[in-house]
T-cell receptor, first 116, second 111 residues
Framework: GNSVTQMEGPVTLSEEAFLTINCTYTATGYPSLFWYVQYPGEGLQLLLKATKADDKGSNKGFEATYRKETTSFHLEKGSVQVSDSAVYFCALSESQAGGGADGLTFGKGTHLIIQP | DVKVTQSSRYLVKRTGEKVFLECVQDMDHENMFWYRQDPGLGLRLIYFSYDVKMKEKGDIPEGYSVSREKKERFSLILESASTNQTSMYLC??????????FGPGTRLTVL
């Protein structure tokens, strides 16, 4: 079956530090890959996605590149802010265009804490 | 903007009660989903539906059922609530080739 593995944290960084959250996956086909973010007390919001190998998803200064050869989709940001404190989830979908008729398979989430 | 709403943010029920969690989306999406979120386990798919009156089991359907009588509404039912169903429940919807959009969640406590 499909699975997603990510570092669980908490990950604590100082403001303006460089962020990497690792995510690797196993899937039987060619999945679409996602990063979702959950701010305290809220539901999940899509942060970025990539639907095929070598695609780069980006949003709000965050980036992730779909690496088929290493089955990875690591999340990066060059300079984090206190407002980036949240839980980040890596996820995959076997649906060709991503997240359509099939459910998503999620990692366990990484709690990110940014200190001023 | 897509809006997915859930009937309650917080709910407290007693063991053995029948519990209904309601989800409504306003974007005419075909697909709707129920997940539960637990610390250290992430999100796990309970049930999903790709059309009115259609439903499919997800990874952890035991102890739950669902109902989709109208396209915009997807209900999760706990026939006889148990303490191990204390969790955060998240509803999501998507078009056939689109991203999943999530509601704010319902935190259910079963005493």
């Amino acid at each position: 079956g499909n699975s997603v593995t990510q570092m669980e944290g908490p990950v604590t960084l100082s403001e303006e530090a460089f962020l990497t959250i690792n995510c690797t996956y196993t899937a039987t086909g060619y999945p679409s890959l996602f990063w979702y973010v959950q701010y305290p007390g809220e539901g999940l919001q899509l942060l970025l996605k990539a639907t095929k190998a070598d695609d780069k998803g980006s949003n709000k200064g965050f980036e992730a590149t779909y690496r088929k050869e290493t089955t990875s989709f690591h999340l990066e940001k060059g300079s984090v802010q206190v407002s980036d404190s949240a839980v980040y989830f890596c996820a995959l979908s076997e649906s060709q265009a991503g997240g359509g008729a099939d459910g998503l398979t999620f990692g366990k989430g990484t709690h990110l804490i940014i200190q001023p | 903007d897509v809006k997915v709403t859930q009937s309650s943010r917080y709910l407290v029920k007693r063991t053995g009660e029948k519990v209904f969690l309601e989800c409504v989306q306003d974007m005419d999406h075909e697909n709707m989903f129920w997940y539960r979120q637990d610390p250290g386990l992430g999100l796990r798919l309970i049930y999903f539906s790709y059309d009115v009156k259609m439903k499919e089991k997800g990874d952890i359907p035991e102890g739950y059922s669902v109902s989709r009588e109208k396209k915009e509404r997807f209900s999760l039912i706990l026939e006889s609530a148990s303490t191990n169903q204390t969790s955060m429940y998240l509803c999501a919807s998507s078009g056939n080739w689109g991203t999943q959009y999530f509601g704010p969640g319902t935190r259910l406590t079963v005493l």
